[in-house]
Structures are given as structure tokens and as C-alpha cells.
């Protein structure tokens, strides 16, 4: 943990978006955008013309996609970003082999080294969720202070490797000022690869709830988690603390959404709390434990983001910004959300059981294919 930030809590885009296309249209040396989606909406021209505009004006600027969330980038986009002098590179771009497993899914933009934005929101208009009721619900935060220096040496390795990758001069980047200490937060940038970060993210989940004293509180979009961390979520239950899972109702990828509901028979006989967001497509990865540890990013607690993906979440240890997002979190549940009671789990079909665990084998079956044993290189 590192002393000394100030951390802004953006809820959905309508925070996030003005936010971030004010910061780059500040820039004045460089501007390094990551994200899995680009989506040539509303939101993702604003944001491609705020980045050429910075280009124009002589501001060095970076842009890494993954090759398979945007890997139908617009072409104009492309042309436009392209004469006006943005840099962009694309991790690992669709093709045969194993690479293809491996995505780049943390969004981070950080600009001039002085200020970063890091959480699950994409470019993309909220309201760009076809066959989704509303907007999509999501976090993200604003950042300033010394934590920067670990999230830009972050950005800045994942650029040399690409370029390494796609066989290019890697060109310097104008060297960062010293953060200042603009607040008083505690924070840690936490990343999650497949070389020496295999396991950060779910490590700092698992010893904030091993520790929790009152209440836990998980709103994840995809939740799939290790035998450890629903042993580690059982025993807080068992300890007293008071658990609670939101989770999304209007899924999109429907696999792990029914393989999951094969836990909450467990979950549910343990007094832990199941409650399904229905307002809209949740697309949350946050946390908060005991109302002073609070962690929001992008990775989603289920095999894809804890063996297979590229994740940056942010941690913060700060009473203020906890309550923040629990007051937050409490208020989607009370507009939004409908709980899960065992009895009424009990009372469903026989089909409807056994769809969960036939998504679960298949799951389980997957999960033991493409758990990653070997480095990346």
C-alpha cells in the first residue's frame, strides 16, 4: 500500500467518459490508453477524436487493444488515429495457436504520469448493451499520487513486450515527474499476468477476507471462484461476518452464469447472501470489506480473468472511499437487485438444476484445459 493519493470513485460512464475525455484533452506529453473493448459508438468517437486531437497537438500518444474484444475496430478510426499520429498496438491479434486464450482485459489509461483511470469500463456507450435492459452498471477510478509510479511502470512494460512482439523500435517515453502526494489514501495497483502476477489479485482478495471482521460485499459480474476462495467466503459466514454477492440477472455469457448458480446451494445453506442485479447488464469487479478495504478493476473472479487474462485492479485502503462504494453498491441492490432465498432455489425444476451443473462440468472441463502451467514469453 502506498500513502499519500487521492482516489475519485466514477460510477457508470456518465461519471467516467467526461472525466477521462477532459484529462486527454489536458495532456500535454503522453497519454497511454488500454482497453478490451473500442466500440465505435457515441462514446468511442469521442474518445478516438479526443486521442488524435492530443496526437495533433504533439502529445505522445499509446494505444494497446486486445486483439479479440476489438478486434472489429472501425476502420475509420484506424485511418484517423493513423494520420494524426497515434500509436496503436494490437495484444496478441486473432490466429491459430494457444495465444488466442490470452487477453489483455485490464483498462487503464494514465496521462502525463500525473493522472490514471483504471476499473471494468470499456470504451463503449453504456447504453451499447443490445439485448440488455438499460445501461450497463459499472466502476472505474480517477487517480492521482505516488501509486501512479507503479501503474505507468505497468503500462510501459506491456508496451516494450508488444513491441517486442510485433517486431518494433520501442521509442522512449518522456521520462515521469516524482507523483506528488495530492491526498491522503492508502493505494496499490494490482496487476494479474501469466509470468509473475499469476495469482496478485485473487491473493488480495482472499487475505482482505480472511481478516474481515463485519461484512463482506462482492458485486462481480462473472463469478466463478476457486475452491479456496468459497472455503475462504464459507468461514468468514461461519465467523459471523456477514457476506453478500451481487450478481449479474441479465448475463451475456450464460455459461458461467449457470455454473455459478451451481454454488449457491452451498453459499446460500451457509447464510451468505445471493442477490441477482436485474436493473440492468452488471458489469461490475469491485469489493468492499468492512467498510475500509475496497478494491475496483477489472477482473472478474472466474477462470478467464484469474488463469487466462491480463488484469489491473486498484486497491484502497480508506474509510472514506469504502463507504463511498458500499453506499453505492447498497443502493443498486435496493433499486435493482431481487434476492436468492435457498427455499425458493430448492423449489426450482429438476431442469433448471441441471442446466447449472452441466454448465459447471463444462466449466470444470474447460478450466483444466487452459489453466496456464508454463511462463509467458
Known sequence: MVPGNRVRLLENGAAYFPALLAAIDAATHEVHLESYLFVADRVGYAVAHALSNAARRGVQVRVVLDGFGARDLDADIRHHWQIAGVDLLVYHPLRLGWPRLRRMHRKIVIIDAETAFVGGINIIDDCNAPGHPDHRYDYAVQIAGPVLADIHAATQRLWRYLCWRHLRHASPVPRPTTPTAPGTQRAQCVLRDNLHHRRDIEDSYLAAIRHARHEIVIANAYFLPRLTMRR???????????????????????????????????FLAHGIEIREYHASFMHAKVAVIDSAWATVGSS??????????????????????????????????????????????????????????????????????????????
Open 232 to 266: 475462504a467466503l464459507i468461514e468468514a459466514a461461519r465467523r459471523g461476518v456477514r457476506v453478500i454477492l451481487l450478481l449479474q440477472g441479465h448475463p451475456d455469457f450464460w455459461i458461467i452464469h449457470y455454473a455459478s448458480r451451481a454454488y449457491y446451494p452451498e
Open 300 to 377: 472478474n473472479l472466474d477462470p478467464f480473468s484469474l488463469w487466462l487474462s491480463r488484469e489491473a485492479n486498484v486497491v484502497v485502503l480508506d474509510a472514506t472511499f469504502s463507504k463511498a462504494l458500499r453506499a453505492s453498491l447498497e443502493a443498486a441492490m435496493t433499486r435493482g437487485s431481487h434476492a436468492i432465498e435457498l427455499a425458493t432455489w430448492q423449489r426450482l425444476g429438476r431442469v433448471s438444476r441441471l442446466w447449472s451443473w452441466l454448465a459447471y462440468a463444462v466449466v470444470r472441463v474447460f478450466s483444466g484445459v487452459v489453466r496456464p502451467h508454463d511462463a509467458e514469453h
